[in-house]
Structure formats: structure tokens, C-alpha cells
């Protein structure tokens, strides 16, 4: 099991808020089961998949027996576990909804991996559902819990660029295997943009603070290519934010990955050069003195995530990035959609206030 080698073996800490981890694919096995073992107040204490042997190796591998192990119909006897506190849904994008509803149903809190759903009324009815069962729902978005993140967005809110007039932002990246349930409408929901594109939307809202006022967009499906059948392969996107802010969005799965974020303000800029990988995110900024390069502690993105959903779960508080945070992203992204098909701008609510979708400011390593 491709565990990362040089991190500390788990404890067994009753403190810890307990995670069941729905789903066995790249991001848990490579990403996910390394972070919570650098967590401070987090750790797995059950998976669920329909790939026994691959669950009962990463089980053995945490330290985890074989009734740690569940199927997904067995899914409800996590009711049982006094120890799980949370359920991580980390399934395809068309399985989002149906566990989170069925997390919600035995009272377990849910994180849920981005996008929350397949659309806004999807995404909608899952709020409803954690809602009506009295559990915390979180979207998982790890670049809302980064320091770089967050100096970025408080380079713009403490106006250290001066008004900020425009941004643009890039997230593509190469899907070459036409049977990936990404390239399949049913299971993701759309292409490039609510897998990647997200990211360029959901931090231009966030370092904004702010919701667009309209879109416009378009998009690209090439004739001939089995991937693309179904999807989109690259996209484009115009965002109108509240005083003229001017915001653009480019996703493709067809370019070798690229992600930046640029803001442009009247005092300065900032320049993120990666924007969104998971390692090495860089950000620099520029103002009439020069350009500025901060540095940041070391710290993992999935880490942050597990340890403030954990805290909100402890002490009863509203996540950063709570349920209402994935259905604002698919209001938007359901708006580009329409735009794209119908070729006209599409206007949007707007008007909402600051941060209007989010909760508890998390804690941001190196961040006073
Ligand atoms: P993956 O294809 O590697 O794994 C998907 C898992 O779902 C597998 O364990 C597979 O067995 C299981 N599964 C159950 N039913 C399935 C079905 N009908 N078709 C295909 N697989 C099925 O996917 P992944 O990359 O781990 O992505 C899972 C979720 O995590 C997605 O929602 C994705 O958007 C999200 N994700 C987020 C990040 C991030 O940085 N936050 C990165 C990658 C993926």
C-alpha cells in the first residue's frame, strides 16, 4: 500500500474525533490516510468500499482490524460505532448526495468531498438533509485552508493592493483515459469545470469575500474525440463581481496542468504560481516597493481540513466551508453552463455580503 514512508505511525488517541472514509480510490490512499496521521485532532477509524482486500490492506497498514472494514450496503452498521464521529465521502461525484443522505440518516457529522453535488438543487438537498438530522456538513475545498490562501485573500481584504479591479485564475490538467468516470456526465456532473475549474471560482470568491453578480461564459467540445463525448473539454469564464470586479476562469482537461490565480489591484498584484496543487504552492506579491515573496510554515492541506472540521465537530461550530459554501459553487457553475449553452450572460443574485456562505474561521498555520 503506497503509504508515505516517513510519516509517524497512528496513535490510538480517544481525544481524537474518529473519521469513517467512504471510498478507497487515489486521493484517500494517497492523500487522505497519510494527512490524518499528521493530524492534531483527527484519525480513521473505519473504511468503506466495495474493494475488500484493498480495504483490509490499508486497514492493516493504519492499524485498523478487519472489522474496521465495511461494505458499502453495510454502510448504516457504521451507526453502531460510537467512535465514528464523522463520515468522509470521497466517492464519485454522482454518489456524493446519496451518501451524505445516508451519513445524515445515522447521525453521523459529514465532510464531503468537492464538487458537494451534481448541481445546485443537488447540493441543496443535501444542506436540507444534515440539516433536518442535526449533523455538521463541510466541503472539503483544502485551498480554503491554506496559509498561502489566506495571505493572498488578506493581501485584497486588508486593500495591501489597493482596490482590486481584476482577477484571473487557471486550473487544466491532461484526463487521457476516456473510460475515468470524470469524462461521464452521470457520475461527474459536468467536465473540467467542476472538477478543476472549481478551484478558480471557489478562491476568486474567497479571496473577493465576495459572490458574482453575473457570468458569461463558453466552452469547447471536440467532435471525434471518445473523451469528450460527454463533456466539455476546456472552458472559459467570465465572472462580474460587486463594484466592477472583473474576474476570468479558464479550465481545460486537454493542457498540461497548469494552476495560477492572479489579482490585480490598483496599488498592486499578487501572483500565485502554483495556485492549487497539493505541495509548493507559491504566492508573491507586488506593490510600488517591489515584489515580495513571503514564506510559509509547512503544513498539509488535508491535514487542515480533517483537524477544523474536527474542532467544529468538538465545540458545535459552524465549518469555513460548510454545505452552503458547495451550493454557492454550483449556483455559479450551473449559471456557466447555462451561459455557455445559451450564449447569453446570465445574471445572478449577488448582493449576499461578505463571506455570506461561510462559517468559523479556521486556524491558519503562521496566521495571527
Ligand atoms: P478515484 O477514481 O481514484 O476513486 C473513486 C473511488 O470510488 C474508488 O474507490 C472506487 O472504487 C469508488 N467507486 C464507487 N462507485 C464507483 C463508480 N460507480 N465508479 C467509479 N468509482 C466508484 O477518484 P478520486 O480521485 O479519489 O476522487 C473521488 C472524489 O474526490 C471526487 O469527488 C473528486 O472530485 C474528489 N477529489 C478531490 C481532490 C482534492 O484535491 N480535494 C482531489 C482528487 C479528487
Same mark, same amino acid.
Given at each position: 500500500m503506497p503509504l508515505k514512508p516517513d510519516l509517524p505511525q497512528p496513535e490510538a488517541e480517544q481525544q481524537r474525533v474518529g473519521y469513517a472514509i467512504v471510498g478507497l480510490g487515489q486521493l484517500t490512499v494517497e492523500e487522505l490516510v497519510p494527512a490524518v496521521r499528521t493530524s492534531e485532532h483527527a484519525h480513521v477509524v473505519a473504511f468503506v468500499t466495495s474493494e475488500t482486500e484493498k480495504g483490509l490492506a490499508l486497514a492493516r497498514a493504519v492499524g485498523l482490524g478487519e472489522n474496521d472494514v465495511y461494505t458499502y450496503d453495510d454502510f448504516e452498521k457504521i451507526a453502531e460505532r460510537g467512535d465514528v464521529d464523522a463520515v468522509y465521502i470521497v466517492l464519485p461525484n454522482a454518489l456524493h448526495r446519496e451518501y451524505v443522505e445516508r451519513a445524515a440518516k445515522i447521525g453521523k457529522h459529514v465532510l464531503c468531498e468537492k464538487p458537494l453535488g451534481m448541481n445546485a438543487d443537488d447540493a441543496r438537498a443535501m444542506v436540507q438533509a444534515c440539516g433536518n438530522a442535526g449533523v455538521l456538513l463541510m466541503t472539503a475545498y483544502r485551498c480554503q485552508y491554506t496559509p498561502e490562501h489566506w495571505a493572498a485573500r488578506d493581501a485584497v481584504q486588508n486593500v495591501k493592493l489597493g482596490k482590486v479591479k481584476l482577477l484571473d485564475s487557471v486550473h487544466v490538467q491532461?484526463?487521457?483515459? !476516456?473510460? @475515468?468516470? =470524470?469524462?461521464?456526465? &452521470?457520475?461527474? +456532473?459536468? +467536465? %473540467?469545470?467542476?472538477?478543476?475549474?472549481?478551484?478558480?471560482?471557489?478562491?476568486? =470568491?474567497?479571496?473577493? +469575500?465576495?459572490? %458574482? &453578480?453575473?457570468?458569461? @461564459? @463558453?466552452?469547447?467540445? !471536440? &467532435?471525434?474525440? !471518445? =473523451?469528450?463525448?460527454?463533456?466539455e473539454e476546456s472552458l472559459s469564464f467570465m465572472l462580474g463581481f460587486p463594484g466592477g470586479v472583473m474576474a476570468n476562469g479558464l479550465t481545460s482537461y486537454g493542457a498540461r496542468t497548469t494552476s495560477t490565480l492572479r489579482v490585480l489591484g490598483e496599488k498592486g498584484s499578487l501572483l500565485m504560481d502554483p495556485a492549487f496543487p497539493y505541495v509548493g504552492v507559491s504566492l508573491s506579491l507586488t506593490d510600488e516597493q517591489g515584489e515580495l515573496t513571503p514564506s510559509f510554515p509547512t503544513y498539509d492541506q488535508f491535514s487542515r481540513e480533517f483537524d477544523h472540521f474536527a474542532q467544529c465537530i468538538r465545540q458545535g461550530k459552524r465549518p469555513w466551508t460548510p454545505g452552503e459554501e458547495g451550493v454557492q459553487d454550483h449556483v455559479v457553475m450551473d449559471a456557466i453552463y447555462e451561459s455557455a449553452r445559451t450564449g447569453q450572460v446570465v445574471k445572478l443574485k449577488g448582493g449576499q455580503g461578505k463571506d455570506a456562505f461561510r462559517g468559523t474561521a479556521p486556524e491558519v498555520p503562521g496566521r495571527d
Open positions: 491532461v484526463e487521457d483515459h !476516456p473510460e @475515468a468516470w =470524470r469524462l461521464k456526465k &452521470e457520475l461527474a +456532473g459536468g +467536465g %473540467p469545470l467542476v472538477d478543476v475549474g472549481i478551484y478558480c471560482l471557489n478562491t476568486m =470568491r474567497f479571496v473577493l +469575500g465576495q459572490e %458574482p &453578480e453575473w457570468v458569461f @461564459a @463558453a466552452l469547447h467540445q !471536440p &467532435e471525434g474525440d !471518445p =473523451r469528450f463525448e460527454e463533456v
